[in-house]
């Protein structure tokens, strides 16, 4: 029957005739092969809808000129028992070619050698103000708060949000997060994880990529809701007006995607994708403390916004239902051309939008194995998801 239908497009086959045969040929399946079909269908194009509406903004993104602004700036860093990342981070940030910034950090009850690092520290950067809260002064437990002293203790209008375990990728990092401050009271960075050998490490990397690439194409498209606390700028002003975290206190996780969620608008919030504005840290480097990291950043999902819920959820959703259909429809008939054509089109676009946003953001070592981890992450989250419906993680370190 396919076969069929495909012999009779020959050359003298117009518009009318394809219509004419196309119709036919629909009409000549049963009721379960025609929604097995139209199913099919409907997958793919909800993946060209993602791939040339959303996905299409980061890999033909366009970076923006440095100007001339420089606002101060105050970087806010919230550390707990990070004597070793202290030890390499702060001399890397107060390298930073920026013309007047401030650094803040926030020692969160640490029991190794936090606060005596950051003391020896002081007596060379009169530019690093530290913050020391201790387990009988501190009333609330969690970043939230640790982070929210941080903000009040800065010292200017602009915050820029990164970890201890982080590391800018050049010294033109600070020039690049408050390129356009005085436009957006929130611009939305990049932060992928350090490449190493393995596959925990790529599962890593390439989801760290994949979530990158979703923020920041929703958000260029006007529907930011979410950012990254490891490269993250807001005005301090937004922060207080909009009462810090208050809404979600309760909550260990989301002192970045639940903030930026409640607070971003179109108008308010841009994105910033140029590999000197990243900041690039370690991966986890066991099974076991990956997969508790990533407990603690799906935790927060369950908050979005109903529509934030189904854009995220359509997107893989659509992906695995193409391939199931697929599938079953090539067993079903026996024929495989129209499987095989759409699992090709949708893999051709992802592959073509995918290079760029990769290139642009130094990614391209993932590229030729971004199907195989794209599907075992179709595997893994929906575990992760179930784990957290029994138990939620409850301390953000």
Not at 286 to 307: C, D, E, G, M, V
């Amino acid at each position: 029957m396919v076969a069929f239908f495909f012999s009779t497009m020959g050359d003298g086959c117009n518009f009318d005739t394809m219509k004419a045969l196309t119709s036919s040929f629909y009409e000549q399946l049963s009721l379960l092969d025609q929604v097995i079909l139209g199913l099919l269908v409907a997958s793919l194009l909800l993946q060209l809808f993602y791939q040339f509406y959303f996905f299409v903004r980061i890999a033909l993104w366009k970076h923006r000129p440095l100007g001339g602004h420089t606002p101060p700036v105050s970087i806010v860093i919230c550390a707990k028992n990070e004597e070793e990342n202290l030890r390499k981070l702060i001399p890397v940030l107060m390298d930073q070619d920026y013309p007047e910034f401030q650094l803040v950090v926030v020692n969160d009850n640490s029991w190794d050698e936090t606060e005596d690092i950051l003391k020896a520290f002081q007596h060379s950067f009169a530019n690093l103000h530290c913050i020391h809260l201790n387990e009988d002064k501190q009333m609330m437990m969690g970043k939230k708060f640790a982070l929210t002293l941080g903000i009040k203790g800065a010292k200017y209008e602009q915050l820029l949000l990164t970890d201890a375990d982080c590391s800018p990728n050049s010294d033109q990092w600070l020039r690049h997060m408050m390129n356009g401050a005085e436009e957006k009271d929130i611009r939305l960075g990049f932060s992928p994880y350090q490449k190493t050998r393995g596959l925990l490490n790529a599962i890593i990397r390439y989801d760290a990529f994949q979530t990158g690439l979703t923020y920041l194409s929703f958000a260029a498209a006007g529907t930011p809701y979410m950012g990254v606390g490891r490269n993250l700028a807001y005005t301090k002003s937004l922060f207080f007006a909009k009462g810090g975290f208050k809404r979600h206190y309760h909550i260990a996780s989301g002192d970045d995607d639940l903030f930026i969620k409640e607070n971003a608008t179109k108008s308010n919030t841009g994105i910033v994708f140029h590999p000197d504005a990243q900041t690039s840290s370690p991966a986890k480097t066991t099974w076991k403390a990956w997969w508790t990291q990533k407990r603690r950043h799906l935790s927060t999902a369950p908050h979005y916004t109903f529509f934030h819920k189904i854009l995220l959820a359509l997107h893989p959703t659509s992906a695995c239902a193409m391939w199931l259909l697929a599938v079953l429809w090539s067993v079903m008939h026996k024929e495989f051309l129209i499987a095989s054509v759409v699992l090709a089109l949708r893999y051709i676009v992802q592959f073509i939008t995918f290079r760029g946003a990769m290139k642009r953001s130094n990614q391209l070592s993932l590229f030729w194995a971004s199907p195989w981890l794209e599907a075992t992450l179709w595997i893994i989250n929906p575990v992760l998801w179930m784990s957290n419906l029994f138990a939620k993680p409850k301390q953000w370190k």
